[in-house]
């Protein structure tokens, strides 16, 4: 069971989304109409995947326009040669993480919003990377060996049922599949 800490949640991104500076913003609400259309909203979002522990739009950035995500493209824009990438499709809950990180514009920019369906993630993820490479992060993280224990990392949680990872460290989440993306 995944602690309740541990849940990502639409709080966040729904006082956003009726900030002034968004177009839902400037229209004149008063604020119990703004509260009855979040609880709404929040509503919708979780009759999409009801069982998912992620309860928030999440963002991802591509150099590549599309309209559906495919499980035939995981891994393809390798950045920095980052082995991680294989492990699925990355997701961010801040967008402005991504503008922080990627201010060379290397992971492209469009920036698709989406609700992803992950009902048994890996909350512990570094401590499983640690189990088949430990110190990863004090070695050459973009080796070829590397891109193996990430391989191996993957496969020891697909076989623990586990469908995605919640990274505590930084605001990360990542579907192994692209069925579930919505």
């Known amino acids: 069971k995944v602690p309740t800490n541990k849940i990502i949640n639409t709080t966040g991104y729904l006082s956003d989304l009726f900030k002034p500076s968004n177009e839902i913003g400037k229209i004149n609400l008063t604020p119990q109409q703004k509260q ?3 609880q709404q909203y929040s509503q919708y979002l979780n009759t ?9 739009i999440v963002y991802h950035v591509s150099k590549n326009k599309f309209e559906k995500f495919d499980d035939k ?16 499709i990355f997701f961010t809950k801040d967008v402005s993480y991504i503008k922080l990180q990627d201010s060379e514009k290397e992971l492209g920019n469009n920036i698709y919003s989406v609700v992803v369906n992950l009902k048994n993630p890996n909350l512990n993820y570094y401590e499983v990377l640690d189990k088949f490479i430990p110190g990863l992060y ?6 070829e060996k590397s891109r193996v224990y990430y391989q191996q990392t993957k496969e020891w949680m697909l076989s623990n049922n586990q469908d995605g990872i919640i990274e505590s460290a930084r605001p990360f989440v990542v579907a192994f599949k692209s069925s579930q993306v919505h």
């Open 36 to 38: 009855e259309a979040q």
């Open 48 to 56: 999409i995947f009801p069982d998912s522990k992620v309860k928030d």
């Open 73 to 88: 493209f995981i891994g393809a824009n390798k950045i920095q040669n980052s082995p991680d990438n294989d492990l699925g």
């Open 138 to 143: 004090e070695k050459d993280y973009t080796s």
